[in-house]
């Protein structure tokens, strides 16, 4: 579609503002004075598909979003920097997230060339907006199960969870956030849900703030960008997301089970009535006796379920396993002979899985499919790898040599 270059301009304003960047940023960044991207946003002057190509990255878009019939100034990134004014301000975190969202719109581009058919998050949960406390815990229970159910994974602990998330169309990334932060979601409508994590954060906590914003990705799709702080947990969809990701990554049945399995059944008397043809007798039955849970317990599930050992806690109370005053006893064991524990019994402290979250192997793999089906050309593929910091000494051993 052409497009005036009156209107042009008014597109690359509406985007530039909903970017929440300044003329003179821009024009910092372009290498040009302040009245050229005046200019610019006025239609007076022409812009170059360099030029353009550079602002659509400025601005978290596709160059073909300025083109089409329709133009929305809004937009996930957008909305991600109006939720959270601090990443924008951050010019740092900034680029690095501007930097994600260009590779995940490449990734959407390669996958269109190959005709690969990819389902954005494919189960559609029907959710209400949760008035109160136990509708939002109900609610997370209730999907986390389905979830498992639709996935197949029973009761067993999640291998890669990473994976798991990229092969539902997820895309997943982590960047160094402020302390508060957990992570954030933004659903795109070209390059679909997509997770960052924060990654000053432990191994473990990235894995629970993963499924947590996996949880939005299902049942939060009407919001262009949610981001998840501490200080909000108490909040209704957080706590809704919160409950799904206990429940995800540690499935009640699976919990119950394992505890079984380190004799740690907690099952007091009761009665039973053996009824003999004509008549019942009652007998007292008690089974295992009452094993209390040790702390040590709560490292080996820790490490079988790929979380926390304060969050197995929280689970354990939540499922009525231990009391509160067991829950604040065994906590404050931890803080001393948790680790302890972990390495006198060989385990992991912090799942393995989460060292995929930043892999690039299926970018790359698309890219090296597309360039052998020719829908790419070496100058292309070249550019795609140095986004994903493949230096050019790496594609010499491929015959990928720069021109």
Known sequence: MSVAKEELGRRLKAARESARMTQQQVATELKLNRTAVTQLESGDRAVSSTELAQLAYLYGRDMAEFFASEFSDKDALAALFRAEPSMAEREDIAKTLRDCVAIAREQTNLEELLEIDRAWAVANYACTTPTRKGDAIRQGE????????????????????????????????????????????????????????????????????????????LMDKQLLGVVSRQSQHAELLEMRANSFAANFLMPEKGVRQF?????????????????????????????????????????????????????????????????????????????????????????????????????????????????????????????????????????????????
């Open 259 to 403: 505890l079984a399995s380190l004799g740690k059944e907690r099952v007091t008397r009761t009665q039973a009535q053996i009824f003999d043809g004509e008549s019942s007798v009652n007998v007292d039955v008690r089974s295992a006796p009452n094993r209390a849970i040790q702390l040590y317990d709560v490292v080996q599930l820790a490490s079988h379920f790929g979380v926390s050992r304060p969050a197995v806690l929280y689970r354990l109370l939540n499922l009525g396993i231990i009391t509160s005053n067991e829950q604040t006893s065994l906590a404050q064991q931890n803080e001393i002979a948790g680790r302890q524990y972990a390495r006198l019994m060989g385990l992991n402290e912090e799942p393995q899985d989460m060292v995929h979250l930043d892999s690039n192997h299926r970018f790359v793999g698309l890219a090296l499919e597309a360039l052998r089906r020719e829908e790419i050309s070496d100058g292309k593929f070249k550019q795609l790898a140095r986004m994903v910091g493949i230096a050019p000494d790496e594609l010499e051993a491929l015959a990928l040599k720069e021109t």
């Open 142 to 217: 209730r999907v986390a199960e389905e979830e498992r159910q639709r996935l197949g994974l029973g009761t067993a602990p999640i291998e890669n969870l990473p994976e798991l998330l990229e092969s539902d169309g997820i895309r997943t990334r982590q960047i160094s956030l402020a302390e508060e932060v957990s992570g954030f979601t933004m659903n795109d409508p070209k390059v679909g849900p997509f997770i960052v994590i924060n990654a000053a954060h432990k191994a473990a906590r990235k894995r629970y703030s993963l499924a947590h914003e996996y949880a939005h990705v």
